[in-house]
């Protein structure tokens, strides 16, 4: 079965920003505010005009640290905290589907992980980080008991610039070879909120505006465009991203 481990954390451990409305793609806030949000809408709509809603719903512990995260289509998230480490419960209703123990390290960020799942099939990642603790590298192996051990999938390596946006994410097969590389540009806004653990690294510090993505040749095949609303306490109300095959993403946050 294909990881979920890595793709929840990128797609469910989104980052929210508080600042002023920009129309320009720049922003430049007199004043933030920072809350937790409670809740948050997605919208899916898709080149071929089809449409699909979800919204999510979000509850803390006492540290302020997310145990759980369900969404109206049945997915759930749950969360264990310990002191060296943490586990990550995907289901689906009430049916437990993956779980996904997180190892962290000295810097208390996220050192390695072990997913395992009902179809007798798991994984393991590595995550590598420079002096600054930035994510410079991860390594995503399978491992199936019948055939002996892990073997290396992919490896994703992270490039930033001097103010610790990720610039350039650049996939590779175990062979080495390119399959993948994003840019990212961005606007002088800071990101002020996130929903994640307190574990992962952060990898915009700024908000993105532009996504670049290009094949294993260096071919362009897709952009991405960013664009923000806020509300009268300058926290994102929504973000639309869309892209150059007329797919469009929605989100609205709520907040507590």
Not at 127 to 139: A, P, T
Not at 161 to 189: H, M
Not at 216 to 223: E, H, I, L, R
Request: net charge neutral; aromatic share 16%; hydrophobic share 30%.
């Amino acid at each position: 079965m294909k990881s979920f481990a890595f793709a929840a954390v990128c797609i469910f451990f989104v980052s929210l920003y508080s600042c002023k409305k920009d129309t320009t793609g720049s922003s430049n806030p007199t004043t933030t505010t920072s809350t937790k949000v409670k809740t948050y809408i997605e919208e899916l709509q898709s080149s071929d005009r089809s449409i699909s809603i979800d919204t999510f719903n979000i509850i803390y512990n006492s540290a302020d640290k997310i145990i759980s995260m369900t969404s109206s289509s049945g997915g759930n998230f749950n969360y264990e905290y310990n002191t060296n480490d943490f586990f990550m419960y995907i289901g689906y209703y009430s049916h437990r589907i993956i779980t996904v123990h997180f190892f962290l390290n000295s810097n208390h960020l996220v050192d390695s992980s072990l997913q395992y799942n009902d179809t007798n099939d798991s994984s393991t990642e590595r995550y590598i980080y420079n002096s600054k603790q930035q994510l410079v590298q991860y390594r995503h192996y399978y491992y199936r008991a019948w055939t002996g051990g892990a073997a290396l999938e992919s490896v994703t390596n992270y490039g930033y610039d001097s103010d610790g946006n990720l610039i350039t994410q650049t996939e590779a097969g175990p062979d080495g070879n390119t399959t993948k590389t994003r840019r990212f540009t961005y606007n002088n806004v800071k990101n002020k909120v996130n929903i994640s653990t307190p574990f992962y690294p952060v990898l915009h510090i700024n908000l993105p505006v532009t996504e670049t993505i290009l094949d294993g040749s260096g071919a362009v095949t897709a952009t991405v465009n960013y664009e923000y609303t806020y509300d009268s306490l300058n926290r994102v109300k929504v973000e639309k991203k869309s892209d150059s095959y007329k797919n469009v993403v929605i989100k609205k946050y709520f907040y507590l």
